[in-house]
């Protein structure tokens, strides 16, 4: 089955450090791939998308490339925040109409 | 405009107690969903509609768990005879449609004593 595979937290960084948080994924189709975000207190939120390989999805300065080849959405962010902690979960959509399929997420804390 | 709204947020009950958990999608969505978010389980799966119906129940993990959506908008969660392991975050998101970005609310904290 579908499967999303993601690295285990927590991450400390200070800030305007770069994060890169590893998503790797087993899909029978070709998925649409996300990545959400859930800030403390508060409910998830979707923080970018790629549909098809190759596509680059991008939000809040954070980015994430759809990679085929490897079956990886990594998410990358060249310099975080203090406001960028939060939990961020990697999923995936089948297209053949499945819900999503999460990560266990992955804890990242920022220090000033 | 007005988001997933979820009730209760917070629901704390006493083990064999029944317990029921609402969600009100986003108007105009026609699929909605359940998740539910334990402690070390990541977010877990349980059921969505699209419109009244519900085409995939395999993610409910026992038959203590029950849902319904009528009039193709709110939508309740029951859960009978509830024990500790429910004790989780359940979630409900809508969608436009099955395949567009799911939209979440805030969550229904649930404690079972």
């Known amino acids: 089955g579908n499967s999303v595979t993601q690295m285990e937290g927590p991450v400390t960084l200070s800030e305007e450090a770069f994060l890169t948080i590893n998503c790797t994924y087993t899909?029978?189709?070709?998925?649409?791939l996300f990545w959400y975000v859930q800030y403390p207190g508060e409910g998830l939120q979707l923080l970018l998308k790629?549909?098809?390989?190759?596509d680059k999805g991008s939000n809040k300065g954070f980015e994430a490339t759809y990679r085929k080849e490897t079956t990886s959405f990594h998410l990358e962010k060249g310099s975080v925040q203090v406001s960028d902690s939060a939990v961020y979960f990697c999923?995936?959509?089948?297209?053949?109409?499945?819900?999503?399929?999460f990560g266990k997420g992955t804890r990242l804390s920022v220090i000033a | 405009g007005a988001g997933v709204s979820q009730s209760p947020s917070n629901k704390v009950t006493e083990k064999g107690k029944d317990v029921e958990l609402r969600c009100d999608p986003i108007?105009?969505?026609?699929?909605l969903y359940w998740y539910r978010q334990s402690l070390g389980q990541g977010l877990e799966f349980l059921i969505y509609?699209?419109?009244?119906?519900?085409?995939?129940k395999s993610g409910l993990p026992s038959d203590r768990f029950s849902a319904e959506r009528t009039g193709g908008s709110v939508s309740t969660l029951t859960i009978q005879r509830t024990q500790q392991e429910d004790s989780a975050v359940y979630l409900c998101?809508?969608?436009?449609?099955?395949?567009?970005?799911?939209?979440f609310g805030d969550g229904t904290r649930l404690s079972i004593l």
């Open positions: 790629a549909t098809k390989a190759d």
């Open positions: 509609f699209q419109g009244n119906s519900a085409p995939d």
């Open positions: 998101a809508s969608s436009l449609d099955f395949n567009q970005p799911q939209h």
């Open positions: 108007s105009g969505h026609t699929a």
């Open positions: 899909a029978t189709g070709y998925p649409s």
């Open positions: 999923a995936l959509s089948d297209k053949g109409n499945t819900p999503l399929v």
